[in-house]
């Protein structure tokens, strides 16, 4: 369903999310390939992006952190750089949390022995077990993996002597300004790591200069350096220094409770109901009915004010809902401003040729699953 408002989403991450759509496809076994993707060779940084809450959840506990994190790699990204990516900004985040000074020799030992031991406690979970076993060749792929683990750690050996240089020597040195890596899941990781390291005692600094440097994957490598300065100082969004910059940050009461939420159950204290599993073909017609009635059906009788009900994210009103012409001919874009009662906004948009068609409509292809 994220499908239907997701704002930027990366290439590998959207085919993944097409791809489990089909009726065969299971979370472990999402084998996408299309003429401008294939699912081994993603290894891209969108599994590291949200794997922030498993970090949070589990920075008491390493093996279930590991498992965790493969598991939400695997969904999307098929690439080794994707998981070890994923590894080393979430082991940084855990480090980060739990240490109130920062020694780059004990931080490498902690992440070196994070990755080294992750293949072998992966391969103990079933669920994973069966996915390395659908890989094109076993063996290969632990190679690969294996190699992967000694790129980071190269990256990671060399950074000490970079630290007094210009950042943008150290991005060379990754590659992260490279156009065929600058997404690597590996370098981007490597990257914010290295800013935060440098810039702990200056948090500001750090943040400008990864949202500044051009012909890097800025937004990605500025994210994960927040998440580090917030992971080793608490108090660091009530300083005067960056606290200007939550006044204009969207949902930040609901990313604080979320946080919150996630705090407590690293130490076992949440208050929630833990729902089962989810049946698909419900799920199925769950999404039709929203994208049918959201774009097509109900469109005009929607006005500012009203409230709707999405089948995941709840009760929200409607902020405003606006049509734009788009260059290619024909077409225009919907585009519907939703603030939830949970306290998410989303905006949810399609693409509507002048005979009505919804381009890339996801009932399309569901219809055609469960036919």
Not at 101 to 127: H, P
Request: proline share 2%; hydrophobic share 40%; aromatic share 12%.
């Amino acid at each position: 369903m994220w499908m239907n408002y997701e704002r930027g989403g990366g290439r590998s991450i959207k085919t993944a999310a097409r791809n489990i759509l089909k009726r065969k496809s299971q979370w472990f076994s999402n084998f996408y390939r299309t003429n401008r993707v294939k699912y081994e060779n993603a290894g891209a940084n969108g599994a590291a992006m949200r794997n922030l809450p498993i970090a949070l959840v589990n920075m008491n506990n390493e093996r279930r952190f590991i498992i965790d994190t493969f598991k939400n790699s695997i969904i999307t990204h098929g690439h080794p750089r994707a998981i070890i990516g994923s590894i080393l900004i979430g082991g940084a985040q855990m480090y980060f949390l739990k240490h109130e000074k920062i020694e780059l020799d004990s931080f490498r030992d902690y992440i070196y022995r994070l990755l080294q031991s992750s293949i072998k406690i992966a391969r103990g979970d079933e669920n994973i077990a069966i996915w390395l076993t659908s890989v094109k060749d076993e063996s290969v792929y632990e190679r690969t993996y294996e190699n992967t683990i000694k790129e980071a750690q190269y990256f990671m050996d060399h950074m000490e002597k970079y630290l007094p240089k210009e950042d943008e020597q150290y991005y060379r040195f990754t590659k992260a300004l490279d156009r065929n890596f600058k997404g690597s899941g590996v370098s981007t990781a490597i990257c914010a790591i290295y800013l935060a390291l440098k810039y702990i005692e200056t948090p500001e600094n750090a943040l400008f200069r990864a949202a500044n440097m051009v012909g890097s994957d800025t937004d990605t490598i500025a994210s994960f350096v927040g998440s580090l300065i917030g992971a080793f100082d608490n108090d660091v969004l009530s300083s005067r220094r960056v606290r200007h910059l939550i006044f204009s940050l969207q949902d930040k009461n609901y990313f604080k409770d979320i946080g919150k939420f996630l705090w407590e159950i690293t130490f076992g204290s949440p208050d929630f109901i833990e729902e089962g599993t989810i049946d698909k073909t419900e799920a199925f017609l769950k999404i039709m009915a929203w994208e049918i009635g959201l774009h097509e059906m109900f469109w005009d009788a929607l006005e500012e004010g009203n409230m709707v009900v999405h089948p995941t994210l709840g009760k929200g009103t409607i902020q405003n809902k606006t049509i734009k012409e788009l260059r290619r001919d024909n077409y225009i874009a919907k585009i519907i401003k939703i603030n939830f009662n949970m306290g998410q906004t989303a905006y949810f948009h399609s693409r509507v040729s002048t005979e009505g068609l919804v381009q890339e409509s996801i009932s399309e292809e569901i219809e055609k699953t469960l036919s």
